[in-house]
């Protein structure tokens, strides 16, 4: 089977950096994607990692150590308005995608 | 615009009665693709689609069934839709045929069966 964990919750304080980790065991890999949902909203797409190393996109980056089967979102500056939450998913073929269950991230000022 | 539309939005049905969820996409994206979410499971695929007349199962096909006929619509049908069935539904496509590539997400259909 596969499975995907990540922190259910976390909270922050505006302006610093949060990391939500996500460890995956699937079958096979292609890549880990992170997507963000706000409440009431559909989930957007952040990033995607296919190699090791680091990916940025503007305040948010994301990592994946395949070794390690483990990747991260990190989210600097943190605003407001990053308060929604985040869900990391892996791709045991070019074809599927199997989400993890989700960390609810809460920016306080 | 560029972008996916689901509808209903919102719909209450009876065990039993056969309904179908329409998702339509114009951006000409081969990848489709419908998941549920519930609370405290995440989103899960029901079923995605490679071009058209190609679909496959994801994770959770059973009690669903789909189609794609033309590149645009990617049609979620419930034959006898059950309690269990009562869930957010989000259809998605992206560019190219594949997963990892970027998903756009629909604003979602939100279904209840009595």
């Known amino acids: 089977g596969q499975s995907l964990e990540q922190p259910s919750e976390v909270t922050a304080v505006e302006g610093a950096i949060v990391q939500i980790n996500c460890t995956y065991q699937?079958?096979?890999?292609?890549?880990l994607s992170w997507y963000q949902q706000h409440d009431g909203g559909a989930p957007t797409f952040l990033s995607y990692n296919a190699l090791d190393g680091l990916e940025e996109t503007g305040r948010f980056s994301s990592f994946l150590s395949r070794s390690d089967s483990y990747g991260y979102l990190l989210l600097q500056e943190l605003q407001m308005k990053d308060s929604a939450s985040y869900f990391c998913?892996?791709?045991?073929?070019?074809?599927?995608?199997?989400f993890g269950t989700g960390t609810r991230l809460t920016v306080i000022p | 615009e560029a972008q996916v539309t689901q509808n209903p939005r919102y719909l209450i049905t009876v065990t039993g009665k056969k309904l179908t969820v329409t998702c339509s996409q114009n951006m000409n994206h081969e990848y489709m693709s419908w998941y549920r979410q519930d609370p405290g499971l995440g989103l899960r695929q029901i079923y995605y689609?490679?071009?058209?007349?190609?679909?496959d199962k994801g994770d959770v096909p059973e009690g669903y069934k789909v189609s794609r006929k033309e590149k645009r619509n990617f049609p979620l049908i419930l034959e006898s839709p059950s309690p269990n069935q009562t869930s957010l539904y989000f259809c998605?496509?992206?560019?190219?045929?594949?997963?990892?590539?970027?998903?756009?997400f629909g604003p979602g259909t939100r279904l209840t069966v009595l």
């Open positions: 689609s490679m071009n058209v007349e190609v679909t």
């Open positions: 699937t079958s096979g890999f292609y890549g």
């Open positions: 998605a496509s992206s560019p190219l045929a594949r997963s990892t590539d970027t998903q756009y």
């Open positions: 998913a892996a791709a045991p073929g070019a074809n599927n995608l199997f």
